[in-house]
């Protein structure tokens, strides 16, 4: 089942502040949806008829102005819309009148032994992901799309549900049943180990094919394995826009998990974002109004922020977005799955990652948080900075108690703050609380 997009104030674990003074240039645009009857990207078999790039909102702020603002919107429209289409799996799509070979078309000829010709980006996005595979032994995993497609169906379920709403409203977070053990199992068994992903996605560098090989249980009839971009697509779009107007002052606003930025804001003017309290987003689950969230719940939308200037991308990954709290167990279920077990890791309520590359960003922040424990994640990200030449740095969010405590490496002490609370005017008592890695 496609996943609906949720109201935009009950996804938000990012959110930029506007305390600074307004700019001398200022525009903001934002990507339209795709249709099967207008544009030059349009979808093919959608019983929508109509389908949100990336399934969110993606917001540019532009602070230097462009030669031509309506060019450089189209642009901006036409690119986002353009990679979505490459890197979808639900959907077939043409561009400018021409049917494109995508992410479904791969996964449609899953035991086909077919090589599939596709687009040069298409190719070296899926090129790096396998890296990535191979090198966090699939708790990154870019053949995880049948448990993907499982879990977020299940919280779908959970989200359009009553049956369990007096318990939820009861415990402050949404409570569902789980799937089957015999259903997980048979979707785990679909995901192929980071040890034989080689031999299940072959890859022709010289004519740009990829064959995506049956293997194991999944036999390519009743059973098939997927492909999934959803922690790597949206982040190599921005990363291929901004590189395109690198003369620009932009922040990329990509569905609020990720933010990149290419410059400093104005001359040397950091930005100032806020991150979202995890325990106010966990909440929406039951309300879907941030108005009410609050006073029901006596909790504050935010209570962290940080500035920072230059070129950087900001990716967070958590459960409290897509989730619930399963009946059986009591256990967190959320839309982020390690494909080693085919069940959400609940250490970390969050894990959020700086890089200088949007593409990385989300491979990462995905991959640490379902490690089982802060020093395992710390391993594991130098690691990743090693192998694919990166400076990422993470900060991991751990609920204690009542409190949510944000783990931070010494280099960004200084750089994360919880807020005043008189300077801001938070209602309720603050929860969060900033903690240095091994002191």
């Known amino acids: 089942m496609k996943r609906k997009l949720l109201l935009l104030s009950a996804i938000v674990p990012l959110l930029l502040t ?31 008829g109509t389908v949100s790039p990336f399934d969110t909102q993606i917001l540019l702020q532009l602070y230097s102005s462009p030669s031509n603002a309506i060019t450089f919107s189209q642009d901006f429209d036409f690119l986002i819309k353009k990679y979505h289409a490459l890197f979808d799996r639900y959907y077939s799509y043409t561009i400018d009148g021409e049917k494109i070979n995508n992410v479904k078309t791969i996964n449609d000829s899953y ?13 070296e996005t899926l090129k790096e992901a396998i890296e990535f595979t191979k090198e966090t032994n699939g708790l990154f995993n870019i053949a995880s799309g049948k448990l993907a497609t499982l879990w977020a169906n299940q919280i779908t379920q959970a989200k359009s549900s009553d049956s369990y709403s007096q318990e939820s409203y009861a415990a402050g977070r949404l409570i569902y049943h789980d799937p089957a053990d015999d259903v997980i199992q048979k979707a785990t068994t679909c995901t192929p180990s980071a040890d034989i992903i080689d ?7 010289k004519n740009k094919t990829v064959t995506f090989k049956s293997f194991g249980g999944c036999d390519g009839k009743d059973n098939k394995a997927e492909l ?13 826009f901004i590189d395109n107007y690198s003369d620009y002052s932009i922040l990329i606003n990509a569905g609020q998990s990720s933010v990149k930025t290419n410059k400093f804001k104005k001359g040397q003017e950091p930005w100032s974002l806020e991150i979202a ?37 900001f990716s967070t990954s958590g459960y409290y977005n897509n989730y619930y709290q ?25 894990v959020s990652v700086f890089t200088d590359n949007s593409t990385y960003g989300d491979m990462y922040s995905t991959a640490l948080t379902n490690t089982k424990s802060i020093d395992e994640a710390q391993e594991l990200l130098a690691k990743l900075n090693k192998k694919f030449k990166q ?27 919880v807020k005043d609370k008189k300077k801001y005017n938070l209602n309720y008592d603050i929860v969060s609380e900033i903690r240095v890695i091994g002191e």
């Open 111 to 123: 035991g086909t032994n077919e090589a599939i010709k596709v687009d040069d980006i298409l190719f």
């Open 326 to 350: 399963s009946y059986q167990t009591g256990k967190i279920r959320s839309h982020i799955v390690n494909p080693q077990t085919g069940y959400s890791e609940t250490t970390f309520d969050a």
């Open 18 to 48: 506007s305390c600074e003074k307004e700019d001398s240039y200022f525009k903001q645009f934002s990507v339209s949806n795709i249709t099967s009857d207008t544009g030059r990207v349009r979808v093919v078999d959608s019983i929508y």
């Open 228 to 240: 999934t971009f959803g922690a790597v697509g949206k982040g190599r779009a921005v990363d291929l």
């Open 277 to 313: 309290n995890p325990k106010f987003n966990e909440k929406m689950s039951i309300l879907f109004d941030s108005y009410l969230v609050g006073s029901y719940f006596k909790v504050n939308s935010a209570e962290v922020y940080f500035r920072k200037g230059g070129n950087f991308n």
């Open 391 to 417: 400076n990422a740095v993470a900060f991991y969010i751990v609920k204690e108690g009542e409190k949510e405590i944000y783990y931070v490496p010494d280099s960004l002490k200084d750089v994360l703050q």
């Open 199 to 205: 031999e299940v996605l072959v890859l022709d560098s």
